[in-house]
């Protein structure tokens, strides 16, 4: 009798999950498939004839590609550049905001604010900011660190700059709301008890906080390096569309939507999968191992 109650159970638990696994498959399994199968083809609105199976020769023409591997070096700076500094000013809002101040609700509004506004005004302010269209009092200035820093670095790369310190910027922000939450969800005792222990607030937060927050640390930075490899729109707009630091987001793009090859781009998209798995893995054996079984 129990065993048939227990069969009933599971039975409407899969048919109360069906929704939401057909809506995964739908807008995820599909159009990844999709991609996949994509890759391995000549599929083009530009040629003439039918669409042909050509095995891996999109991959090999990328990898053979000088471009790609200057995209994805870019695409891998801006991933650890940006991903370093999210987590380290995410930390710092974090560890601020723990503590009852006067004003902290201000402050937690200024820190939130930049990721919950939205992301296509933002983008304008920064472009406006950093590329003034008009005659303002700070244009000299920006028209001189623009002409320093390309000069310095290469055409392009005041933009690529703009880029990065507006991800840092709306990155940073949640980050710090993420780590707050869990450094609220620590029990207080233990806190108090390091109080007791420890010598120096270096010692606490090396020995205490940072390993608390391991778990939550690990979701961070995987947040973050899954934003920034897919970080096509605001590349996009900073940037006015032009490839002078590609990624491998706008590289993809130019060639399918531009250059109409939609086979070497779904390649071109697949390419760093393995790598970004291979990664989180790694990532999170490291922030948040196994917990050894017991003897």
């Not at 509004?109 to 990721?115: H, R």
């Not at 933009?159 to 029990?187: E, K, Q, Y």
């Not at 391991?214 to 930075?221: E, S």
């Not at 706008?250 to 760093?272: D, N």
Request: charged share 10%.
């Amino acid at each position: 009798m129990r065993r048939t109650q227990r069969q009933r159970d599971i039975r409407t638990a899969y048919l109360l999950m069906s929704p939401a696994v057909l809506l995964l498959l739908t807008v995820l399994a599909y159009p990844l498939g999709w991609e996949i199968w994509t890759s391995f083809t000549s599929l083009s609105p530009l040629q003439e004839g039918g669409t042909a199976f050509v095995g891996s020769e999109n991959y090999r023409r990328q990898f053979g590609d000088a471009q790609f591997w200057r995209a994805t070096a870019v695409t891998v700076v801006y991933t650890v550049v940006t991903s370093a500094a999210k987590l380290a000013l995410g930390l710092g809002f974090a560890l601020l905001l723990a503590r009852p101040f006067r004003g902290r609700a201000l402050v937690f509004l200024a820190i939130f604010l930049p990721w919950a506004y939205p992301s296509g005004v933002s983008v304008i302010g920064w472009y406006w900011t950093l590329n003034p269209p008009t005659s303002t009092a700070y244009a000299p200035f920006m028209g001189h660190a623009k002409y320093l820093v390309d000069g310095v670095f290469g055409g392009g790369a005041w933009a690529f700059v703009s880029v990065t310190l507006f991800n840092i910027w709306r990155g940073s922000s949640f980050i710090g709301v993420l780590l707050l939450a869990g450094i609220n969800a620590i029990p207080p005792e233990l806190f108090e008890y390091a109080l007791l222990e420890s010598k120096s607030p270096w010692q606490r937060f090396r020995l205490v906080t940072v390993p608390l927050l391991k778990p939550f640390l690990a979701l961070a930075v995987f947040l973050s390096l899954t934003s920034a490899f897919a970080d096509l729109a605001n590349v996009w707009m900073l940037t006015a569309g032009r490839i002078v630091f590609p990624v491998i987001g706008t590289h993809a793009y130019w060639l399918a939507i531009k250059a109409g090859q939609f086979g070497p781009a779904s390649a071109l998209s697949l390419t760093l999968v393995p790598f970004l798995l291979g990664v989180l893995f790694v990532l999170f054996r490291l922030f948040d191992p196994p917990s050894p079984e017991a003897a």
